[in-house]
């Protein structure tokens, strides 16, 4: 492991993030061990705008139902989900911090999106791949 990678898992590791997400469901009435992929949106989207940033990167990236989208630093696994249940995509995602990929898989499931998010614990950088997709939709870009 990096230094950088210890003090990024060191930085969001340390935090209670399930706990809060179920209390926060619960203040909202919903039943945490049952919520929509919806539901979790104001607390799932670890990203400047939250849900309509994911809404719009998606129409930019033109997905149709059953493409194979890669999302690297997934967090909380958010915008996966959205992915999966909204645009019909399905989603390998990673994250560098064991206990954001921990909480994803769980909330995923919770959801019922399993079948269409897998979730890992990797380093981006240190990932390789033989080749290069043209686009993270796997469209040739539009002049």
Same mark, same amino acid.
């Not at 919903?30 to 998606?58: N, Y």
């Given at each position: 492991?990096?230094?950088?990678?210890?003090?990024?898992?060191?930085?969001?590791?340390?935090?209670?993030?399930?706990?809060?997400?179920?209390?926060?469901?619960?203040?909202?009435?919903?039943?945490?061990?049952?919520?929509?992929?919806?539901?979790?949106?104001?607390?799932?989207?670890?990203?400047?705008?939250? !849900?309509?940033? *994911?809404?719009?990167?998606? &129409?930019? +990236? #033109?997905? %149709?139902?059953?493409?194979?989208? =890669?999302?690297?630093?997934?967090?909380?696994?958010?915008?996966?989900?959205?992915?999966?249940?909204?645009?019909?995509?399905?989603?390998?995602? !990673?994250?560098? *911090?064991?206990?954001?990929? &921990?909480? +994803? #898989?769980? %909330?995923?499931?919770?959801?019922? =999106?399993?079948?269409?998010?897998?979730?890992?614990?990797?380093?981006?950088?240190?990932?390789?791949?033989?080749?290069?997709?043209?686009?993270?939709?796997?469209? *040739?870009?539009?002049?």
């Amino acid at each position: 492991m990096t230094d950088v990678e210890a003090i990024v898992q060191r930085y969001y590791g340390d935090r209670p993030v399930l706990q809060r997400i179920e209390d926060a469901l619960r203040a909202a009435g919903v039943d945490p061990e049952k919520p929509s992929h919806r539901d979790l949106w104001p607390f799932d989207q670890l990203h400047s705008r939250g !849900i309509a940033a *994911t809404r719009e990167h998606a &129409e930019r +990236a #033109r997905l %149709l139902p059953g493409m194979h989208v =890669l999302e690297i630093g997934c967090g909380l696994g958010g915008a996966s989900r959205y992915l999966a249940a909204e645009c019909g995509c399905r989603v390998a995602a !990673i994250d560098l *911090t064991p206990k954001f990929v &921990e909480v +994803a #898989r769980i %909330l995923t499931a919770r959801c019922g =999106l399993v079948d269409r998010v897998e979730i890992r614990q990797a380093n981006a950088v240190a990932c390789r791949s033989t080749t290069a997709p043209s686009t993270t939709s796997g469209r *040739t870009p539009s002049p």
